[in-house]
């Protein structure tokens, strides 16, 4: 039966160029026949004169420099489909694959020149056909979705060919079959509704593990991945002739840190055990694009109980919630306003409407279990989710998106959902949307957009979204302001708080802004001073809070954000009041005012797991190669996250060491993703290192704070690169390398994303001077040469440091070998008495260097480096574990000082009272010094308020120490 479709818009070529495009067709025209041959013009010029619509020539030669480029490059496609009379007919399902079949079979075929050829014709075919209106939207996005999938199957085929005299078939341990690579399509190519310069998102599966039956025998998950990355290179890789589809693969289970293929029961394990309800939403559109039927059909039923719950799911509408909050911050954070796809109101939008019905509903109502958008819509109608005017309204819209979306990327096959800024492209995108002018098009899709947006804000509204606007006759803003108002409010130094007030009223930034700036400047101010007025100090808090709205000024978009959510007003108030290092935080990045509108998640602070989730759907959307979007999402990331933290610890929902912990966490979930963008970044420049085995040979170790899971707000990262000896070689790429200088250079990248200073500042700043050497050092040690260092050259301060070593991203198997080293270096044996004179000798030197020399005198007590302070603690920790871990080797097993007490103690090695005592005070100083972070105030305290926990360090020091003499008094 034949597929139809809604009426495309009218003919724009009915109407001639105006005269820019009409001069622009012309000088293209010219260009045309410069690099054919004369048989070539001959049959160009017999193939238009017989043409019925002769006038489509010069209108996609203004309006798409690609169809331009593609025919002065070479006619011949053109012709073929001139001839063929493809151009004037919707091509059946399966024709296109048909074609490229056909064309591979040839036993001289390339594939990866074929495959960019055949792309190129159908490209030019869709985006003719779409720009002079002979194929409706929908016929254009399910044309680009079947040239997808033809180039998968097609190209699979024979990567399959090639693989299987090497490596034989792959055959299921149980069921002896064959298995075969099943590639799920995700997003709009499940949905067949590609665009026409579209990525593609992928996963991988297969049936049932087993080994290859051929002379070389392999597992079925290693014979899957080098069968998986074939088809990646066939579809990514530039070549001269361009790629086929981008490639991405990071809606995998695990993301780019899991397998690159997965088999059924390992899919259905991680959605049942760690499927989260984004992986739902995104396995919506999934479907099958390879496979024989029943073992797409037995997959199919193994998802559909994760996507879709047996009944009307309202425990996902938070997770909606959270999502839809994710959109809306995107757009503001990313200024996607002109994003026809992204921006408000733009295509996603009109996704996640649809697809949040499929969510809630889709268990119990089935006709919602479908992939397409428009049928989706109409079902919402049909059963009352929606009303028909609002289907009507968002399905003509999208429709609009849609086209607005091709007229953009066909213009000149780049990947954008951008509007032009550019005239010519202005104009030639209203004439394909068959507008006059750009104002007349813009006007027209603003309507769409607006419409869009209104529903979209409609849909799962916030609790307590109105609220009645308070009534006071008080001025609190404008000419009448006066500390009389302030006071009346309850403020107790209205001289104080005023004038700030009054200079920021009449300074000139407020004078030179915009009517709409000034506007809500003079709505929130009240509200402002109305909030600051429920905080304990009301003068402080304002205090605290005015940088924010000097800041926000030019960008009135927060004011609002803060007028439309009352709760987030008071929230951003009474985190400012209990600390200035939140408040500066907020002045500095005003763009995680977002975090403010949902309360839970802002006093939740998620464990490692979810922070690693979360990233991923962060991320998930940007290009791996755009390294500017991964470091300013990363910083965002981090950013959010350290407020969520230090909004629970002020709040008194996360104890100090659960602080320590979610900050740890951060750091460790952000350098995986770190080394994921910095590998990505050298490999698709260089290759992969050779090395046998799985993994990246490279293993990141963290030190002091990081690697005791105790990083506090300011923290730096001690860090030190290790790579596996055993890579020795070169890597795998054209640019090939020797595989030292790549994880170099893999180091070094990993640095620059990390503190490079970007609009949200630094990741973290790194402190490398614990690797082997110091400063003087490689920046990346191999195993080896680690090990051959710790064993002969380190000191003793360096073997103390290892015992706070702990792996914390990269290679699992180099990991092991360096532990394996830690174990073997702390486990020595060792003289005590020299042990403990090189500790106290350290320990003086560094008191010397980093203690003031005047805070005793005065009284004060300097939490980290003061006698019997923080430092004193992990001396004594790390003495213990170099002195006694030969005998219990149970003291090797923990980097963090807390659970190495807890050892000591339980071994009987220290008093179990002494323990309690020791891990007591080092809480209270850890616990002291953190929120002495938030207040913005340095490490030092009064001492007698610490005496009782000072007096319980420096005796057990000077009993652990007293056979070092003269060193004890050296501790006054």
């Given at each position: 039966m ?5 009426d495309?818009l ?5 109407e ?7 001069a ?18 001959q ?5 238009w004169?017989?043409y019925?619509q ?6 996609m ?8 480029d ?20 919707s091509?059946?399902?399966g ?7 056909g ?9 990866l020149?074929?495959?960019r050829?055949?792309?190129?014709r159908?490209?030019l075919?869709i ?6 209106r ?20 097609c190209a699979?085929s024979?990567c ?6 090497r490596f ?19 997003g709009?190519?499940g ?9 593609i ?5 297969y049936p049932?593990?087993?080994?290859t ?5 392999i597992?079925n998950e290693q014979?899957?991945t080098?069968l998986?990355?074939?088809?990646i ?9 361009g790629?086929v589809f ?6 995998r ?7 690159l ?6 899919l ?6 760690q499927?989260r309800?984004w ?7 999934a479907?099958a694009?390879?496979?024989c ?5 037995e ?11 047996r ?11 959270g999502?839809?909050q994710?959109i809306?911050?995107e757009?503001?954070?990313?200024g996607?306003e002109s994003d026809?796809?992204?921006g ?8 996640f ?16 279990q479908?992939?397409?958008?428009l049928?989706v819509l ?7 989710c929606?009303?028909?005017?609002a289907?009507d309204?968002?399905r ?7 086209d607005?979306e ?6 000149r096959d780049?990947q954008?959902q951008a509007?032009?800024t550019?005239p010519?492209?202005q104009?030639?995108?209203a004439r394909?949307?068959g ?9 027209r899709?603003d309507?769409h ?13 916030e609790?307590g ?5 308070e ?12 500390a009389?108002?302030l ?6 130094d209205?001289?104080?708080s005023v004038?700030p007030?009054?200079a920021?009223?009449d ?13 809500r400047?003079e709505e929130f ?10 905080a304990e100090d009301?003068d ?24 439309e959510?009352?709760?987030a007003l008071?929230e ?10 939140i408040?500066q ?8 005012l977002?975090?403010?509108l949902d309360r ?10 979810l922070?690693q989730?979360?990233l991923r ?8 190669d ?7 999402a990363l910083?965002?990331?981090k950013?959010?996250h ?5 909004a629970?610890?002020?709040t008194g929902r996360?104890p100090?060491?659960k602080?320590?912990d979610?900050l740890?966490w ?8 770190v080394l ?8 698709a ?7 046998e ?7 990141v ?12 707000y300011?923290?730096d ?6 790579y ?13 390398i020797?595989?030292s200088?790549?994880?170099?250079r893999?180091g070094?990248r990993?640095?620059?994303?990390l ?13 490398m ?6 400063d ?7 195993t080896a040469?680690f ?5 002969d050259?380190?000191?003793?301060w ?7 070593a ?8 180099v990991g092991?070998?360096?532990?394996g ?14 042990l ?6 350290m320990r003086?030197r560094?008191?010397?260097h980093l203690l003031?020399?005047a805070?005793?005198?005065k009284g004060?007590?300097h ?10 603690i992990?001396?004594?920790?790390q003495?213990?574990?170099?002195a ?6 149970a003291?090797?097993?923990?980097s963090d ?9 339980r071994?009987g ?6 323990c309690e005592?020791?891990?007591e005070?080092y ?9 002495l972070?938030?207040?913005?105030q ?17 005796g057990?020091w000077?009993?652990l120490f ?11």
């Amino acid at each position: 039966m034949a597929e139809t479709f809604p009426d495309p818009l009218a003919d724009p070529c009915s109407e001639p160029l105006p005269p820019p495009l009409a001069a622009l067709a012309e000088t293209r025209r010219a260009r045309l026949a410069e690099r054919w041959t004369p048989d070539q013009q001959q049959r160009w010029e017999a193939a238009w004169a017989s043409y019925s619509q002769p006038a489509q020539l010069d209108h996609m030669l203004a309006c798409s420099p690609f169809v331009a480029d593609l025919l002065q490059r070479d006619p011949e496609p053109m012709l073929a489909l001139l001839a063929s009379g493809e151009l004037q007919r919707s091509l059946a399902i399966g024709e296109a694959e048909q074609q490229l079949a056909g064309i591979l079979q040839h036993g001289d075929a390339e594939l990866l020149p074929e495959l960019r050829r055949f792309r190129a014709r159908h490209m030019l075919r869709i985006v003719w056909r779409d720009f002079c209106r002979l194929a409706p939207t929908l016929e254009t996005t399910r044309d680009t979705s079947l040239l997808a999938e033809a180039s998968i199957r097609c190209a699979l085929s024979h990567c399959e060919a090639e693989l299987a005299p090497r490596f034989g078939r792959p055959l299921g341990r149980h069921s002896g079959e064959v298995q075969e690579l099943v590639v799920l399509a995700m997003g709009k190519l499940g949905a067949r509704e590609l665009n026409v310069s579209s990525d593609i998102d992928l996963i991988f599966t297969y049936p049932e593990a087993g080994e290859t039956d051929g002379d070389k025998s392999i597992s079925n998950e290693q014979y899957f991945t080098k069968l998986g990355q074939a088809l990646i290179r066939a579809l990514d890789a530039v070549t001269a002739e361009g790629f086929v589809f981008r490639v991405d693969m990071r809606l995998r289970p695990y993301g780019d840190s899991g397998g690159l293929v997965h088999n059924f029961s390992a899919l259905e394990d991680y959605y049942q055990e760690q499927g989260r309800d984004w992986e739902r939403y995104a396995l919506i559109k999934a479907r099958a694009v390879t496979g024989c039927a029943d073992r797409v059909a037995e997959l199919e039923r193994m998802l559909r109980p994760f996507v879709y719950r047996r009944y009307v799911d309202f425990g996902v509408i938070d997770s909606l919630r959270g999502m839809k909050q994710m959109i809306s911050s995107e757009v503001r954070r990313r200024g996607l306003e002109s994003d026809v796809k992204l921006g408000h109101g733009g295509i996603r939008e009109v996704e996640f409407i649809a697809q949040c019905f499929q969510l809630i509903r889709g268990g119990r109502d089935l006709g919602l279990q479908q992939r397409e958008l428009l049928p989706v819509l109409a079902e919402c109608a049909e059963l009352g989710c929606l009303p028909q005017s609002a289907v009507d309204e968002l399905r003509a819209a999208y429709l609009f998106l849609r086209d607005s979306e091709h007229a953009i990327q066909g213009y000149r096959d780049q990947q954008s959902q951008a509007l032009p800024t550019e005239p010519g492209h202005q104009a030639a995108m209203a004439r394909v949307m068959g507008f006059a002018d750009w104002p007349g098009y813009l006007e027209r899709i603003d309507a769409h957009r607006q419409r869009v947006a209104a529903h979209f804000r409609d849909l799962i509204a916030e609790p307590g979204e109105s609220q009645e606007e308070e009534t006071d006759d008080l001025p609190l803003w404008g000419e009448d302001l006066s500390a009389e108002s302030l006071q009346a409010l309850g403020y107790r130094d209205p001289q104080e708080s005023v004038a700030p007030l009054l200079a920021l009223r009449d300074s000139k930034r407020v004078l030179a802004l915009q009517v709409q700036g000034r506007e809500r400047l003079e709505e929130f101010m009240p509200q402002l001073l109305r909030a600051c007025a429920e905080a304990e100090d009301p003068d402080l808090a304002l205090a605290r809070v005015l940088p924010l709205v000097t800041a926000v000024l030019r960008r009135s978009a927060y004011l609002a954000l803060l007028l439309e959510n009352p709760a987030a007003l008071d929230e951003l108030v009474m985190l400012c009041a209990a600390s200035p290092w939140i408040a500066q935080l907020m002045a500095e990045h005003p763009v995680l005012l977002d975090e403010l509108l949902d309360r839970a998640s802002l006093y939740t602070a998620p464990d490692k797991a979810l922070l690693q989730d979360e990233l991923r759907q962060q991320v998930a959307r940007l290009p791996l190669d755009d390294l500017e979007a991964q470091m300013e999402a990363l910083r965002y990331f981090k950013a959010s996250h350290t407020l969520r933290v230090a909004a629970s610890e002020l709040t008194g929902r996360l104890p100090l060491m659960k602080v320590s912990d979610k900050l740890t966490w951060l750091a460790e979930v952000i350098l995986e993703q770190v080394l994921a963008v910095a590998w990505h970044n050298l490999t698709a420049k260089y290759g992969e290192p050779s090395r046998e085995g799985g993994g990246s040979g490279f293993a990141v170790f963290g030190y002091g704070k990081l690697g005791g899971i105790e990083l506090s707000y300011s923290s730096d990262l001690d860090l030190v690169f290790i790579y596996d000896s055993g890579a020795r070689g070169v890597t795998a790429g054209p640019r090939s390398i020797d595989n030292s200088v790549f994880y170099t250079r893999l180091g070094q990248r990993m640095i620059h994303i990390l503190e490079t200073r970007m609009s949200l500042g630094q990741l973290y700043e790194v402190d490398m001077r614990l690797r082997p050497s110091g400063d003087s050092g490689m920046l990346v040690a191999s195993t080896a040469g680690f090990a051959g260092y710790q064993r002969d050259s380190a000191w003793t301060w360096e073997h103390q440091a290892l015992v706070r070593a702990r792996l914390v991203a990269g290679d699992e198997s180099v990991g092991e070998a360096v532990y394996g080293v830690r174990e073997e270096i702390l486990r020595r044996d060792r003289d005590a008495v020299d042990l403990a004179r090189e500790v106290v000798q350290m320990r003086r030197r560094m008191r010397e260097h980093l203690l003031p020399s005047a805070a005793a005198a005065k009284g004060e007590f300097h939490l980290k480096q003061g006698v019997g302070g923080i430092v004193d603690i992990e001396f004594m920790v790390q003495y213990a574990v170099l002195a006694w871990s030969r005998r219990v080797p149970a003291l090797t097993q923990w980097s963090d000082n807390i659970r190495i007490l807890e050892t000591l103690g339980r071994e009987g090695l220290f008093e179990q009272g002494e323990c309690e005592a020791l891990t007591e005070a080092y809480l209270a100083y850890r616990s002291a010094a953190h929120q002495l972070a938030l207040q913005q105030q340095a490490d030092i305290v009064p001492a007698v308020d610490y005496g009782e926990h000072r007096a319980a360090v420096t005796g057990k020091w000077e009993q652990l120490f007293a056979s070092c003499e003269g060193d004890a008094a050296g501790q006054g």
